[in-house]
């Protein structure tokens, strides 16, 4: 048989640690709450004595008067009450769903890149956005109404038992029928709830890919409906919402009705006492009374029951993402000896699959290092292990004499500059996005910046200048003009490293000569690591690394290569021959 979903110690223990910055709140809205529900029964005992006194004849205006006063400054101070609860914890509630979002994008920025690669966009989001606003309900209304909506009815039953121990139980036979025919809809509980929490996700994930491929979808004349991924995960989560539903709504229904039905014995059997003299019409009153103050809180609380799954899987998948293992890295700078990287015996793997295998590598200090080969050869990894994206499986990757995860992760950011093939622009405005590369860069520094990477031109045209936004990832400029505005941000970092992950690889012609002397200005008196994907603009560099396979087959010159490396010569004739006769005429001239 399938256990009952419970919110399990450690998961409280998680929650109770994501609140921890507003404990005093939390408190005064549990203590508040409950206050305010026990003034919310000073109606019912006003009602009870005002009934009591109508059946002996002993009402007076006087007492009318008073009992029904009573009565409303009892509601007015149980809503008063409530509302205070309710803004505590909701004050409460939003300062740590902030704390914990904080906690997620610090998070992202020090787990290795492979972690956010592995990881779909749509579940990212989903975790930071979704996932977090389901701690919303156990914070801001869990913990004091249910505190208080279980503290109620206790106080009810304490009194009724006080009153007349047999009325109490009359009153109470009803709740526990009612609960034993709640539990049926636990069964498979857990199980619909992970299905239906997945399939959320899968939707996410889903919605995003369909969002970003919009484009292909309307070139390839494809709709919603005919994109199979997209309706296959919309039918999954609706498929998997009703499993969870209809599991629970006939257990659901049925339970809650015999839970509110505390008069079904309470009411015949008092009834019966009084008439046979056994109970006293004050009390039988006051009891019946009392006894219908009972379902609802026992109601309002157990309507949380549902939400326990969902929380529990909510913590747990915030809490894994935290417990991701970081990029070890220490706070104290350390001493650079000069600009170059070595890799000593570098091997790294990716989802369990070696991609890189022993590579010992050394790049020339203030001169151009060039690393080439086939697809998949292994480039771009090299270059990400070298602006500390990911960590090496083994081996020793140095710069300046000091291996790099023994240098503060600033202070390598500071020394590397990283301009890759796909360059991210945020929907902010033009200087912002450059601005990027050194937050305390005057308006004068950005402008200079741009102008010497040959974007200040282009710049000024925009509608409001500077003052443009550059669109969702960029969107409103095109390929190489996020370049140069990628370039222009490097800049204004003033690195002493320049990485080149096939800068120009999407730049259209025309802006292509405008990168590259961006890219000159960019490097001047610097150490470049470049990624090449154009072998005409790395022939001068002082060394070419030629890489198949994950490994190192050749380094050196390019006349050296030409002559000495098959690999190298068929990658530069594939190349020449590609390009226009004119430019294939004058390249051929200068080898």
Known sequence: MNEKPKIQTGTVGKLIVFAQDCYGKMAASVFLAVIGILCGMIPYFCVARLTADFFYEEQTMKAVVGWSTLAVLGLLLKMTLTTWSSMKSH???????????????????????????????GTLKSLVVDTVDKLEKPLAHILPEMISNIFAPIAILVMLFAMD??????????????????????????????????????????????????????????????????????????????????????????GYTVISSTLL?????????????MLDFSTFITCIILSMGIAGPIMAATQFVDDFAVIYQSVEQVDTFLGQKEMDRPSAPVILSDSEFEFQDVSFA????????????????????????????????????????????????????????????????????????????FDTSIMENIRLGRKDASDGEVIAAAKAANCHEFIQKLEYGYDTKAGDAGSKLSG????????????????????????????????????????????????????????????????????????????????????????????????????????????????
């Open 350 to 425: 990716y989802k369990d699959t070696e991609v890189l295998h022993h590579i010992n590598l050394k790049t020339v200090p203030h001169g151009v290092t060039a690393i080439v080969g086939p697809s998949g050869s292994g480039k771009s990894t090299i270059a990400k292990l070298m602006a500390g994206f990911w960590e090496a499986t083994s081996g020793n990757i140095l710069l300046g004499g000091q291996n790099i995860k023994d240098i503060p992760f600033p202070q390598l950011m500071e020394h590397v500059g990283y301009v890759a093939q796909d360059n991210f622009l």
């Open 265 to 277: 014995f309470s009411l015949p059997l008092g009834a019966y006492w009084f008439r046979t003299g």
């Open 165 to 254: 121990w047999r009325m109490a139980l009359a009153t109470l036979a009803t709740v526990p029928i009612g609960f034993v025919i709640l539990m049926g809809q636990m069964i498979g509980y857990k199980e619909k709830s992970e299905r239906y929490i997945r399939a959320g996700n899968e939707m996410n994930n889903a919605i995003v890919e369909y969002v970003n491929g919009i484009e292909v979808i309307k070139a390839f004349n494809q709709s919603a409906s005919s994109y199979g991924k997209f309706t296959d995960a919309v039918k999954f989560f609706r498929d998997s919402t009703l499993d969870w539903w209809k599991g629970c709504w006939l257990f659901s229904s049925i």
């Open 480 to 591: 190489g003009e996020r370049q140069r505005i990628t370039i222009a941000r490097t800049m204004l970092k003033k690195s002493d490293v320049i990485i080149l992950d096939e800068a120009t690889a999407f730049a259209d012609p025309e802006s292509e000569s405008m990168v590259q002397s961006a890219i000159n200005k960019l490097i001047a008196g610097k150490t470049l690591i470049v990624i090449a994907h154009r072998l005409s603009t790395i022939k001068n560099a002082d060394k070419i690394v030629v890489m198949d396979s994950g490994e190192i087959v050749a380094e050196g010159k390019q006349e050296e290569l030409l002559k000495n490396c098959s690999l190298y010569n068929r990658m530069w004739r594939d190349h020449i021959t590609a390009m226009d006769g004119s430019v294939l005429e004058q390249e051929v001239e200068s080898c």
């Open 91 to 121: 004050e409460a509630a939003f300062t740590v769903l902030k704390n914990i979002r904080e906690k997620l994008t610090r998070k992202m920025e020090r787990v290795p890149m492979g972690v956010m690669i592995d990881t779909p966009t």
